[in-house]
């Protein structure tokens, strides 16, 4: 069985600043995939960013981007010019390709950002 | 617009009681799951099911049961036996046989007293 863990449960950072939010994984598996997943206070869960495990190169999107270093198990997002919207709780999610696209959540990380 | 509906958005019963939380998506998406989300905390899979009348368990299906009669719909009933049902519920669709992303309703906050 996989497990995601998020070692920060909460985290606050100043608007325009850049924040990186950490997330590690336990699998034996080699194809898998990789998410960020934001939760605003409306509680809908939003993708931010999506990474496949055979790519080496960095996903970004627009201010997100994340740190994939596979040999470690470690899947960072940095949130760059953060602003007051990005304030959610934020989960990292494994998904193994061989297990009916199931997702397996981290326990999330509370980013506050502050003005 | 196409996206996943939940319904209703709070919903109360008493200890005892089954509930049937609903959920509607127009995505035509093969793939559907229902997680739980406990107060700070991340979300756990319930059920899932890849298609029409086939589903299976997810970590923590005791007490719970569904149902896959259409594509659309994949209803979740919380049943008298499930010990703390009282939580956030939150369904998802995805396009099957695939690692595309699922795509989440907005959830259904179930109180039970």
């Known amino acids: 069985a996989q497990t995601v863990t998020q070692s920060q449960p909460e985290m606050s950072v100043q608007e325009a600043e850049t924040v990186t939010l950490s997330c590690t994984y336990d699998t034996s598996e080699s194809n898998y995939y990789l998410f960020w997943y934001k939760q605003p206070p409306s509680r809908q869960m939003i993708l931010v960013i999506r990474?496949?495990?055979?790519?080496?190169q960095n996903a970004t999107e627009n201010r997100f981007s994340v740190n994939f270093q596979k040999a470690a198990k470690s899947f960072s997002l940095k949130i760059s010019d953060s602003q007051l919207g990005d304030t959610a709780m934020y989960f990292c999610a494994f998904m193994n390709n061989n297990a009916g696209n199931m997702l397996t959540f981290g326990g999330g990380t509370r980013l506050m950002v502050k003005p | 617009d196409g996206g996943i509906t939940q319904s209703p958005k709070y919903l109360f019963r008493k200890e005892g009681q089954n509930v049937t939380l609903s959920c509607e998506q127009n995505l035509n998406h093969d793939a559907m799951y229902w997680y739980r989300q406990d107060p700070g905390q991340g979300l756990r899979l319930i059920y899932y099911s890849q298609i029409v009348n086939d589903f299976q368990k997810g970590d923590i299906a005791e007490g719970y049961s569904v149902s896959r009669e259409k594509k659309e719909s994949f209803p979740l009933t919380v049943t008298s036996a499930q010990k703390n049902p009282t939580a956030f519920y939150l369904c998802?669709?995805?396009?099957?046989?695939?690692?595309?992303?699922?795509?989440f309703g907005p959830g259904t906050r179930l109180t039970v007293t």
């Open positions: 998802a669709s995805s396009v099957s046989g695939t690692t595309y992303e699922q795509y």
């Open positions: 990474q496949e495990a055979y790519k080496q």
